[in-house]
C-alpha cells in the first residue's frame, strides 16, 4: 500500500513537472503569424546571428557561427565571427572582421556582445561571451574595435569562478559589466535537470577587476540583459520563466529588483531603442522545436515590443511572428532609425523597414 502511494505521489510529481515544463517551453503553442511587409533577408548571415549590437552611427556587430550542444549548426566546421553591418545602407553586406593576435581563432564560439564607448575619445569596446571550442567554457573577451582596418584587437580575457554558465553581458565601464548566468550548472545534462525541475538558481552578476558580486538571483534561466537609456535601471530576460525582470541600479552597482514581466513567451536577447527606451526582444515560441531540431517543422520566431515598461501598463506588441518558413529561432531584435534588424541562433537575419 506504502509502496503503491509513493509511486502515485511520483508520478503525480513527474506528471505536474512534465506540463509545466512543456508549458514553460511553450511545447503546446500554436502560432499564428505576423508578417511585416518591407523585410529582406541579410546575406552573408546563413551561420548565424546570435546577437546584435548597434553603434549609434548605424554601424552593428553581429555574432555569427555559434555552436553549441544540442543546438542545430549550418556550419558545424567553421570557426564563429564577428560580422560588421552598416545598417545605413539599404542593401546590407555584412564583412567578417579581422581578430587580432592574442585570440584563438580557428576556436572562437562568439555569443552574447556588447559596448561600451569610452565618452573622452570615442574608443569602442566590444565585450564578447565566448564559449570556445570545444569544450564550451565561459570566457569573455575584450577587444578594441579598429574601424578603419575593419579589426577586432583583443585586449583581455576574463574568466571568474561566478561566470561559469554566461549568457549574456552590458557593459558598463571598459572592463565592467553585468552578465546573466543562464543556469547554476555548467554541464549540459544537469542544466536539463534544473529546467526540468524549475529550479530557479540562476542569477546576475557584476564584473569589474576589482569588485565581483551576485547582485540578483532567483532567476530560472537568465538570457538577455540590457541597460536603461537613463543608466539607471538593468533589464535582465528570463526564458523559462517568460519575463523581462527590472531592477534598479545603486551606485555601488548592487540591484533591487522593481517588477517581472510578463511576456508568455521565451524571452531571449533584450535591445533598448536609443530614441524611445522601447525594450525590443527576440523570442522563441516553442524552446521544444529549438532544441530537437527537425527540418520539416523547424522553430518558429517571435519579435516583441515592450513600451513604457516603468508604468503600471506596459504594453507588449507582437510586431513579428513566424512559423520557421523565414527565420528560425529568433534570439535578438534591434532598431535603427525606423529600421529593424532580427538576427537569430543559428540561422539568417532579417532586415525590415517599420512605418
Ligand atoms: C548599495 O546601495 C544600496 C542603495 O543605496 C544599499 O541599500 C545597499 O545596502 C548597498 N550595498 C552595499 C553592499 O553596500
Ligand atoms: C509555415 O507557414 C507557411 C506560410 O505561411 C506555410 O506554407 C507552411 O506550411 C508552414 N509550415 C509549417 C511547418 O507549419
Ligand atoms: C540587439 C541587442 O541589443 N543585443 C543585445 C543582447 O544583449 C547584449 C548584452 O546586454 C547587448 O549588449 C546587446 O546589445
Known amino acids: 500500500m506504502l509502496k503503491l502511494t509513493l509511486l502515485g505521489i511520483m508520478l503525480g510529481f513527474l506528471g505536474e513537472r512534465i506540463f509545466q515544463f512543456s508549458h514553460r517551453a511553450g511545447v503546446f503553442r500554436k502560432l499564428e503569424p505576423i508578417d511585416l511587409p518591407n523585410c529582406h533577408l541579410v546575406k552573408g548571415s546563413e551561420c548565424g546571428s546570435e546577437d546584435i549590437h548597434v553603434l549609434p552611427n548605424g554601424l552593428a556587430f553581429i555574432s555569427s557561427g555559434l555552436k553549441f550542444p544540442v543546438l542545430k549548426s549550418f556550419a558545424p566546421d567553421r570557426p564563429g565571427e564577428i560580422l560588421l553591418v552598416d545598417l545605413n545602407d539599404d542593401v546590407l553586406h555584412p564583412e567578417p572582421l579581422q581578430l587580432s593576435e592574442g585570440i584563438d581563432a580557428s576556436s572562437f564560439n562568439p555569443y552574447g556582445l556588447s559596448v561600451y564607448i569610452d565618452e573622452r575619445d570615442g574608443t569602442v569596446y566590444l565585450f564578447v561571451v565566448n564559449h570556445p571550442m570545444p569544450d564550451f567554457k565561459s570566457f569573455i573577451e575584450i577587444f578594441k574595435f579598429d574601424e ?5 584587437l583583443h585586449l583581455k580575457t576574463i574568466k571568474h569562478p561566478l561566470l561559469q554558465s554566461l549568457n549574456d553581458i552590458v557593459a558598463v565601464g571598459p572592463e565592467s559589466f553585468y552578465a ?3 543556469y547554476y550548472f555548467e554541464s549540459i545534462s544537469l542544466k536539463f535537470v534544473e529546467a526540468f ?4 538558481w540562476a542569477n546576475v552578476v557584476y564584473y569589474s577587476p576589482g569588485d565581483v558580486q551576485e547582485v540578483a538571483s ?3 534561466s537568465g538570457n538577455g540583459i540590457a541597460i536603461s537609456n537613463d543608466k539607471k535601471f538593468i533589464y535582465a530576460a528570463d526564458v523559462t520563466a517568460h519575463t523581462i525582470n527590472v531592477y534598479e541600479k545603486h551606485a555601488n552597482w548592487s540591484l533591487t529588483p522593481v ?3 510578463d511576456l508568455g513567451t521565451c524571452v531571449d536577447n533584450l535591445s533598448v531603442d536609443p530614441v524611445t527606451g522601447d525594450i525590443w526582444t527576440g523570442a522563441h515560441p516553442n524552446l521544444w522545436k529549438l532544441f530537437f531540431y527537425r527540418d520539416e517543422d523547424p522553430p518558429g520566431s517571435e519579435v516583441i515590443r515592450v513600451q513604457n515598461i516603468h508604468s503600471d501598463h506596459p504594453k507588449v506588441t507582437h510586431v513579428y511572428v513566424n512559423n520557421g518558413s523565414v527565420i528560425q529561432g529568433t534570439s535578438v531584435a534591434s532598431v535603427y532609425k525606423k529600421k529593424l534588424i532580427i538576427g537569430t541562433i543559428f540561422h539568417r537575419a532579417l532586415y525590415c523597414q517599420l512605418d
Request: aromatic share 6%.
Open 148 to 152: 578603419k582596418q575593419k579589426a577586432l
Open 180 to 182: 546573466t548566468n543562464d
Open 197 to 200: 525541475l524549475g529550479l530557479s
Open 218 to 220: 532567483g532567476l530560472y
Open 259 to 261: 517588477k517581472a514581466v
